[in-house]
């Protein structure tokens, strides 16, 4: 049998264990940890939620939106660290809500740039921040290190969980 909590690699990982899983106190306590960290960012969005009426990923849209007027979409993507597509169906959201304007540009007409309009800075000044979340502040406040062993070790859980890739590119507050 399997230890849960022994390093294995993929092909080695039971797909299907019918036996449940008991975790030994250090995973349990990690997995607390990771619970925690949810609870965090969820509580975060749902209270923007709550307060002003449209989720977090828009919240944060919108405030870099104010911050870079005319941006276009696949600039507003790589700020926001999402995919392209993901973007252009928040900014949808926002156009269809009247809290953004998109124009053609004058310099490139293929391209679309994006203005904040009155209602969306207004909604800004009532939400509470931070406009990106909860998480990545936390996360641009830890030093290079904590940064790369982080990022190493999730790489590991990444791979023994078998996730999808393309998940990266999806906001925390729309999951």
């Known amino acids: 049998m399997v230890n849960p909590c ?12 019918p036996a449940a899983t008991v ?3 250090p995973a ?12 965090a960012v969820k509580t975060h969005f749902q ?22 007027p005319g941006i276009g979409v696949n600039d507003l993507a790589r700020a926001l660290d999402i995919r392209q597509s993901t973007a252009s169906n928040l900014v949808r959201a926002l156009v269809d809500r009247g809290l ?4 053609r540009s004058e310099r490139d007409r293929r391209a679309v740039e994006l203005r904040l309009l009155p209602p969306g800075a207004q909604l800004l000044e009532h939400t509470p921040g931070p406009f990106s979340g909860v ?7 830890l030093d290079a290190a904590t940064l790369a ?11 023994l969980l078998g996730a999808d890739e393309d998940a990266g590119g999806l906001p925390l507050a729309s999951m």
């Open 28 to 39: 349990a306590r990690v997995l607390r940890r990771f619970r925690q960290v949810f609870n």
């Open 100 to 103: 953004v304007a998109t124009a």
């Open 6 to 17: 022994t390093p294995v690699s993929a092909d080695e990982a039971p797909q299907h264990s």
């Open 135 to 141: 998480l990545p502040v936390a996360l641009a406040q």
């Open 47 to 68: 209270q923007v939620e709550r307060q002003v009426g449209i989720g977090g990923a828009q919240v944060w849209a919108l405030s870099v939106i104010q911050a870079r």
């Open 23 to 25: 975790l030994d106190e």
């Open 149 to 159: 062993r982080l990022e190493t070790d999730l790489s590991r859980i990444i791979e």
